[in-house]
């Protein structure tokens, strides 16, 4: 009866599809990675030039397989004007002399209600490291697909406008992290 059943077994785990979550590349001339704050009361927004996905994999069927690794080249961020480019790479923003680069790592994966999915990780920036959910947005095509998200930060978590910067007054504390990105099948 054993060696029935393990047979059994075998073959239903056979008849089974096998989900693994894909790895993807992105399209960086596709692709978008930035943040909104708010001077004033005055949204302005900032991208980044460079980083890149050391790890990214993910399927709405396989969750628990699906991984991001994100590192962003801090230098390469561009604040739409000259001054702010110089401001941010000062110590009390980015502090550009010291820290080259932030990394996004996530390993938590789940569905939400809206037909969308959450990814939980942590974020490490100038020395600080806290957890951060991400709410994405999951669009298979064809040829690819488009991964959307965004997240809410507070900035000072991560010391991030120090000094006179701190208290809120001038520049909001919370930043809106926002990404759209073309992914396509990395090659096996």
């Known amino acids: 009866m054993t060696r029935t059943l393990m047979v059994s077994m075998l073959g239903l785990m056979l008849a089974l599809p096998a989900y693994a979550a894909t790895e993807w590349t992105v399209d960086h001339d596709e692709s978008r990675l930035g943040f ?21 994999r993910f399927s709405p069927d396989d969750l628990q397989g699906s991984h991001f690794d994100i590192r962003v080249d801090l230098a390469s961020v561009d604040t739409g004007t000259s001054d702010g480019n110089e401001a941010i790479a000062q110590p009390e923003w980015f502090n550009l002399s010291r820290y080259t680069t932030a990394r996004y790592v996530a390993d938590s994966f789940h569905a939400t209600d809206d037909g969308g999915y959450q990814a939980r990780g942590e974020l490490s920036l100038k020395g600080n490291t806290h957890p951060v959910t991400l709410n994405l947005q999951w669009r298979p095509g064809d040829d690819g697909a488009r991964l959307t998200g965004s997240t809410r ?21 919370e930043v809106l992290v926002t990404f759209d990105l073309r992914l396509h099948r990395a090659q096996q």
């Open 36 to 56: 909104t704050n708010w001077w004033e009361g005055e949204a302005f927004e900032s991208v980044f030039r460079q980083w890149r996905a050391e790890t990214l």
């Open 153 to 173: 930060l507070d900035r000072t978590r991560f010391d991030v406008g120090l000094g006179e910067w701190r208290s809120g007054d001038t520049i909001d504390l």
